[in-house]
């Protein structure tokens, strides 16, 4: 059975969902934001590279260093004893991630919590979800999908449906993103959710070129009547520095934020603002 | 001879001198110049336990001034101070009775007390000597002249106090602060403050009752209480300012196992999260049944910065507390030493934090200069646990400890048995040692398995000149030894919790045969000498420098583990049976959780669930810290908690500021 490619695990979330959850960072995503915060999900890259852990770079000498390939050696970064180098995924077989999930059981149980899928894009690694799904659905484990919906078989996201108790769809409104079917895709999977009468919830990242207007329209055409607003921030520079990617600051001023709010509450949205 | 008995002589004077001068320090450090000048008077007991002694108490209880602030009298004057004797340790970290005291008859006290003979006629004559003192001090206050016709009231009224129980909030309030301000001013130190919202609850449900108080009304009489008696803080407090071990604990379950959780629980908490003071400061004994609103408020309190409450995990701490050697029966009403150490109100005298820390990594540092290098890392291991349980030993010594009539006349075993508070007297008198920087030691010999013995990378004979040279010649091992082990103290692996429960469990069992001034003695794994311990301990192989700061208590030392991970790492470890003497995770809390209680709430309360002992947060940002170190005057009433107590942040060291700072920046990375 293939495993799952895991960016990272993070126990204690409270924003993904109901309760306290532990948040699964499944790496892959079609879609390549610039300011997204897991820029790793997409980077194509294996392995983190900390220049800031690097004796050579830092100017201090080591006999461990002589026979790196930045010395002129032959031995790989990878091998780096000071762990420059890191890899980014990990890859689980469902059992293990299972057993790593379920360490929270009882706080699952105590706050209404559970685990939520995120990434990148989880529905790209839906075939090895499969089984781990159906585990957490044995044990009892409320499931959350954080997702751009962008999957153009449908039968994919029928399939998951029985599976997964609330869907988070990430909006991709922005006049960044450039896949011309994307609203296609989204109105018919979204159409097989609202058919099996699944419990939707949407977040949009607010960066400074999205216009109220339009996106006041294209939740029209959605259906969309509430969101949670994510006011888009700069955490994880030292994510592109290690990728090697540039960095650009999406970090939206207060104002422009506030006007995007408020025009939102003007057009009968409902929000729930999320800033960090 | 001559010579010998002048050189005796000559040293005895010299602790003397040396303990006055340091009083004396003290006193002009932390008062104005004018009470240090001309009022600072510090009386030097050489006899403690003796009828001397006694009157040496009643002569400093007489002279005192009595302060009137907050609507209450108290019975403390600062510039009045009793010292023991160089090579007498004060009393410390005791918490009386209180319910007891409050409805407490003098006069029957003393008729109960045994016949005269031999063997307690000292102790007996002591008693006397203080109550006289006492009795003498409520009527020289109850004959004062006062303008303010509240003084006058409660004054008139003091004498007849203390011949019966209370009759209401005010009354209770009074009588615990006569006594307490007594304690303080006979030379005991950390005078602990109990359980407030069980002990004075009775006497406000009175006042409603009798329509004479309202909520609100209550709530101002305790937080005049609060801050009278944190009036003192700077001269109460021991080595920083706010270390007066002036504790209230709150909730936990009362002698019928009934959770206490009433009005003034609610009180004290929102009293807290308004006032934003550090001294007194809170506890709160949490169990499974602790009921979620009051948690919410625990942590609204927290929130506000005020570093309170601490939380203990009463369940836990109970059971051990029995099956250490504590009676079932008592156990109901645990307190804490200044900081987290438990004991038993009114009827424990232990000392727990009367030895110097056990240092952890003095075991390994003495292991590399004994060892031979064909020596295996199993060998290692052993040798380092054989020197562990030397240096246990090496700290648990007898000691003389001064004497206490007022608390022995609040004590029922004392009465009973004709012996003083801290002399065979009290119902318990274990003795705590604490365990200071086990994190280090841990991450230091998982950095010798993996670089040392597992991948060749580094030599015995390279360790060794790190701890004498401290890492001169060597800054990559120290990066190495810093941040490149994946196997760190805090992550919930097999091996790391394997480790650290093999070295504890090698104090534990030292320990167990130990024991100081004929008691048992406990041990904990948080030490407060983390800074003052570290400033003159040599480099250690955690890629700690010499002079740095050791690991705070059972605290993470890597940004890499999350608040999940280390509070299950926490609660998997077992604490054996002896380790009782406080054992805290102290974490800086990203603020989204606070922001969150109803998430943040069932995340402490699995922990606890599953054995977490006892938990700090703090709750301050990097960013704010550095700016209040730069601009004190900006931040006159920022908190923190430091060592299981609060303090204002600009009356702390400078290296103690640093240090928070750094482990905020540790923590929000994480
Ligand atoms: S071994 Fe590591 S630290 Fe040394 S030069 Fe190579 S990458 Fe840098």
Request: aromatic share 10%; charged share 25%; with cysteine.
């Amino acid at each position: 059975m293939s495993a799952l490619n895991v960016i990272s695990i993070q126990r204690g979330c409270i924003y993904d969902g109901p309760g306290v959850r532990t948040t699964v960072f499944l790496k892959g995503c079609p879609f390549s934001c610039s300011w997204c915060c897991n820029p790793e999900a997409f980077s194509g890259k294996e392995y983190y590279i900390d220049n800031q852990k690097c004796l050579k770079e830092l100017g201090v000498y080591s006999l461990l260093c002589e026979s790196c390939e930045r010395k002129g050696g032959a031995r790989s970064i990878i091998e780096c004893p000071f762990s420059v180098c890191a890899p980014i995924a990990k890859r689980y077989d469902s059992e293990d991630l299972l057993k790593e999930l379920l360490k929270d059981n009882s706080l699952f149980e105590q706050s209404g919590g559970g685990v939520t899928l995120s990434g990148g894009e989880p529905l790209l690694q839906w075939k090895p979800l499969v089984p781990l799904l159906s585990e957490l659905k044995a044990a009892n484990i409320h499931v959350s999908i954080e997702t751009t919906l962008y999957m153009r078989d449908k039968q994919i996201v029928e399939h998951l449906i029985p599976y997964i108790d609330e869907w988070i769809v990430d909006l991709k409104l922005q006049k960044e993103h450039t896949k011309e079917d994307y609203f296609y895709v989204l109105h018919s999977n979204l159409g097989l959710l609202r058919e099996s009468m699944s419990r939707i919830a949407y977040r949009l990242v607010y960066v400074e070129t999205l216009q109220a207007e339009k996106v006041i329209s294209q939740l029209q055409d959605l259906g969309i009547n509430a969101f949670e607003l994510l006011k888009c921030h700069s955490l994880a520079k030292s994510k592109y520095d290690k990728l090697g990617m540039p960095f650009m600051d999406y970090t939206p001023s207060d104002t422009a934020y506030n006007v995007f709010y408020r025009k939102m509450l003007e057009a009968g949205l409902q929000i729930v603002k999320h800033e960090i | 001879m001559k010579r010998k008995i002048k050189e005796i002589i000559k040293k005895a004077t010299s602790g003397a001198l040396r303990l006055k001068i340091r009083t004396y320090q003290k006193a002009f450090d932390r008062m104005s110049i004018w009470d240090a000048l001309f009022k600072y008077h510090c009386y030097y007991d050489k006899l403690p336990g003796s009828l001397s002694s006694a009157n040496l108490m009643a002569k400093i209880i007489g002279r005192s001034d009595i302060c009137l602030a907050h609507g209450f009298i108290y019975t403390y004057d600062p510039t009045k101070t009793r010292l023991v004797r160089a090579g007498v340790e004060p009393l410390t970290s005791i918490t009386p009775d209180y319910a007891l005291i409050i409805n407490s008859d003098l006069r029957e006290i003393m008729h109960s007390l045994p016949e005269r003979r031999g063997d307690n006629s000292d102790f007996i004559g002591t008693l006397h000597i203080v109550t006289k003192a006492i009795e003498d001090k409520a009527r020289a206050i109850s004959e004062q002249q006062y303008e303010d016709v509240r003084y006058e009231a409660m004054a008139k009224r003091l004498p007849d106090l203390l011949y019966r129980d209370c009759q209401s909030l005010v009354e209770a309030i009074q009588k615990i602060l006569f006594y307490n301000g007594l304690l303080w001013q006979v030379g005991h130190r950390h005078v602990g403050l109990g359980r407030m919202d069980l002990v004075l609850y009775p006497y406000y449900k009175k006042d409603v009752e009798a329509n004479r108080l309202n909520y609100e009304q209550a709530k101002g009489l305790l937080k005049e209480m609060c801050l009278l008696l944190g009036k003192d803080s700077p001269i109460k407090s021991l080595n920083l300012i706010g270390d007066s071990g002036q504790y209230i604990i709150l909730g936990g379950i009362d002698k019928n196992g009934k959770n206490t959780d009433n009005e003034l629980t609610r009180m004290f908490l929102e009293l807290f999260e308004e006032l934003r003071i550090p001294d007194p400061k809170l506890i709160f004994r949490v169990n499974e049944e602790t009921p979620m609103d009051t948690w919410k408020r625990s942590i609204r309190c927290l929130a506000n910065g005020c570093g309170s409450p601490l939380f203990m995990n009463e369940t836990l701490i109970m059971e051990n507390m029995v099956r250490f050697g504590y009676r079932n029966e008592d156990v109901w009403n645990v307190g804490t030493s200044a900081c987290w150490e438990p004991l038993i109100i009114g009827k424990s005298s232990d000392q727990n934090n009367p030895f110097i820390s056990i240092l952890a990594c003095n075991a390994l540092k003495k292991a590399l200069t004994e060892m031979e290098d064909e020596l295996d890392y199993g060998g290692l291991l052993q040798l380092v646990k054989r020197n562990l349980a030397e240096e246990t030993r090496s700290v648990v010594v007898d000691k003389d400890y001064d004497y206490s009539p007022i608390m022995s006349l609040f004590n029922e075993s004392c009465i009973r048995s004709g012996k003083d508070f801290a002399h065979q007297g009290s119902d318990y008198m274990y003795q705590g040692a604490q365990l200071l920087g086990l994190p280090n030691l841990v991450n230091s010999l998982l950095n010798i398995k993996k670089y040392v013995y597992e991948r060749g990378l580094v030599s015995l004979g390279m360790c060794r000149e790190i701890v004498q040279t401290d890492y001169e010649n060597h800054l990559d091992i120290k990066q190495l030894f810093k941040s490149a082990n994946d196997k760190k103290f805090g992550l919930c692996d097999e091996d790391v919790l394997r480790l650290s429960q093999e070295l504890i469990g090698t104090v534990s069992e030292t320990i167990g045969k130990l024991t100081a001034n004929g008691h048992n003695v406990k041990f904990g794994l948080s030490s407060p000498s983390y800074i003052s311990r570290g400033k003159v301990a040599s480099a250690t192989l955690d890629g700690r420098n010499a002079g740095e700061p050791f690991a705070v208590h059972i605290s993470p030392l890597s940004s890499t583990i999350d608040i999940a991970e280390v509070l299950d790492f926490a609660s998997s470890l077992s604490y054996p049976v002896n380790c009782l003497n406080g054992n805290v995770v102290d974490y800086v809390i990203p603020p989204v959780y606070l922001n969150n209680s109803d998430k943040l709430v069932p995340i402490l309360r699995d922990a606890f669930k599953k054995g977490l002992y006892q938990l700090q947060l703090n709750v301050y940002d990097r960013a704010t810290l550095i700016d209040a170190k730069l601009h004190p005057e900006k931040y006159p009433t920022l908190v923190v908690r430091v060592w299981g107590f609060s303090a204002y942040f600009n009356d702390l060291p400078e290296e103690y500021k640093d240090n928070l700072i750094a482990r905020a920046g540790e923590y929000e990375c994480a």
